[in-house]
């Protein structure tokens, strides 16, 4: 069978959902609105007007649910129509909802809430599509922690699960699970795209691989700000890396401090990203949203040269996770009451 062929199904799925995506300047005027409910009322009549319905006074926190509800249905027909070589890597880049999952999981665990309040807060449509579900409802019936991660044995998760509950064990503290699964994120979904056929490898290369290297960027400037050990630093970092190499890694860490560390990343490939901000937090920001952006280029500009690759259906979730991020962060801003502008100059 062709690559034509094989791809097109999904190109034709990926041309309809763009269709249906929001324009920037949609998107910009949203962050004029006065509250939740005007940006609400706007939406219903959009592509999200199916999942709004006449609900009143939506939260935040509830609208945000709902975002990415659409857009995991989106991933999803994606990923049906999607030749079958790529689907393990299109599932390893979706499963960042899946580890977002988890650590709600665990932390209600934590706080020891109610099967039903964990089950509200979990996205169970990823783990239909990831064949999960079962697994997810059963954790969340489990009596604690310890019981909670004996449900995910003998899968994927296993190893960075039993980590993290070794240092839960030892400090009362779940923020380890959070670093052991980001880790294991990471390095599947780098792993995923190099095992990829080559005519697919550069795309999702360009996706998996500057992913890697930011979070790990961002993972030490966090460090820093937290006043983390070199030590601890080096165990949120992955074990592989795309276009930084191991001694680059061991210098940020090893840095001083935080301006330290972004002297080191401005040598880097990724010291484009960099934009002084008012404050470290902000150059943070600035700098993961510089990537994601570069990321979606890049990607459009592979989809229109290589329609017949992975391009095609990462364009379109990329573009649509752009959108369903975009809206979460103009819901927040107009909650916390920030300036349209400050909103604005933040948006993918």
């Not at 902000?282 to 329609?307: C, G, H, Q, V, Y």
Request: aromatic share 10%; glycine share 2%; charged share 30%.
């Amino acid at each position: 069978m062709s690559r034509a062929t094989k791809y097109s199904q999904v190109i034709v799925k990926a041309s309809a959902e763009r269709s249906r995506l929001l324009s920037k300047e949609y998107i910009r005027n949203l962050a004029e609105c006065k509250s939740l409910n005007e940006m609400i009322s706007q939406l219903r009549g959009t592509v999200y007007g199916h999942l709004l319905g006449e609900a009143e006074n939506l939260t935040a926190a509830r609208l945000q649910y709902l975002l990415k509800e659409e857009f995991v249905r989106v991933y999803g027909k994606i990923l049906a129509h999607s030749p079958s070589e790529i689907r393990e890597m299109l599932e390893s880049y979706l499963r960042y909802l899946e580890v977002e999952n988890l650590e709600i999981l665990i932390r209600m665990k934590s706080m020891k809430a109610p099967y039903e309040s964990i089950v509200d807060m979990l996205h169970l449509s990823v783990e239909d599509i990831l064949r999960m579900k079962n697994k997810f409802i059963q954790a969340a019936k489990a009596n604690d922690i310890k019981s909670t991660i004996e449900t995910f044995r003998n899968t994927i998760y296993e190893s960075p699960l039993s980590e993290g509950l070794k240092r839960y064990e030892e400090t009362g503290s779940t923020r380890f699970f959070n670093f052991s699964l980001s880790r294991f994120y990471f390095d599947n979904l780098l792993e995923s795209a190099r095992s990829l056929p080559k005519e697919d490898r550069d795309a999702a290369l360009i996706l998996a691989g500057i992913k890697v290297d930011t979070f790990n960027i961002a993972a030490i400037i966090r460090s820093k700000i937290l006043n983390y050990p070199p030590h601890l630093t080096f165990w949120t970092v992955t074990k592989h890396f795309h276009l930084l190499s191991e001694e680059q890694v061991r210098n940020m860490v090893s840095s001083d401090d935080v301006n330290s560390v972004l002297d080191h990343v401005r040598t880097t490939y990724y010291g484009r990203f960099l934009a002084p901000r008012r404050s470290i937090e902000e150059t943070l920001m600035s700098f993961e949203r510089n990537s994601e952006d570069f990321i979606l280029r890049k990607i459009i500009e592979k989809r229109i040269a290589e329609p017949f690759t992975i391009a095609s259906p990462l364009d379109i979730i990329l573009r649509k996770e752009a959108e369903m991020k975009n809206l979460i962060l103009i819901s927040s801003g107009i909650e916390f009451r920030w300036k349209p502008e400050d909103i604005v100059s933040l948006l993918i």
